[in-house]
């Protein structure tokens, strides 16, 4: 076994591994889809959110394989946390869109106003650039990607608690760093693109 956590073993089709995850997944694959579907309306996000949590389970076997009677309540655990934050993710961009069609000026936008969100936006860009390499990539994986803060630790291999601060000191440099042009370009954040 290799000794790289960070890439889970390649499983052969004898391996004790995956004939337990082929069980476990075909025993429970379909309830599961169920259960999620009712949490999130939608029979496809519902396979999306079980295969990212069996996916969870592949990379890392070792305490679901070793949870015995505890499993079926675990395999529910983890597909509703992983189908609300589905649904925050959601709430998060009908809110983002909402707030975009709001934020957008009636009528076309007259040269002064195209050229002043140009430099906003090379100002937001340049400001994510003179971030910490840590702090860009969360941000970016965060804010860009839509990634919540426990898929960002996932796919890192860093603490929850690492991403959070480091959000925490990327938004604040942002902030620092674009307060000012805003103002004087007399815009809400929201125009010079996603928040901060």
């Not at 029979?43 to 015995?68: C, N, Q, T, Y």
């Not at 000191?169 to 942002?174: S, Y």
Request: hydrophobic share 45%; aromatic share 6%.
């Amino acid at each position: 076994m290799s000794s790289d956590r960070s890439q889970p073993a390649p499983l052969d089709a004898v391996s004790p591994v995956h004939v337990w995850i082929e069980r476990v997944f075909r025993e429970h694959y379909a309830e599961l889809c169920t259960f999620v579907a009712g949490v999130i309306g939608s029979d496809d996000g519902a396979e999306d959110v079980v295969h990212d949590v069996f996916l969870s389970i592949w990379r890392a076997p070792d305490r679901w394989m070793e949870a015995g009677d505890a499993l079926r309540p675990m395999l529910y655990v983890a597909v509703r946390n992983r189908a609300l934050d589905v649904l925050r993710w959601r709430r998060v961009r009908e809110r983002y869109v909402e707030r975009m069609a709001h934020a957008v000026a009636p009528g076309p936008a007259g040269p002064d106003e195209v050229l002043a969100q140009r430099e906003i936006e090379r100002a937001f860009d340049a400001a994510v650039e003179g971030l910490s390499a840590r702090e860009r990539e969360i941000y970016l994986l965060h804010r860009m990607e839509g990634l919540t803060y426990r898929e960002v630790a996932e796919r890192l291999g860093i603490s929850v608690k690492t991403v959070e601060v480091q959000m925490g000191r990327a938004l604040k440099k942002l902030r620092a760093e674009l307060a000012g042009l805003l103002e004087e370009e007399g815009l809400p954040p929201s125009r010079a693109g996603p928040a901060p």
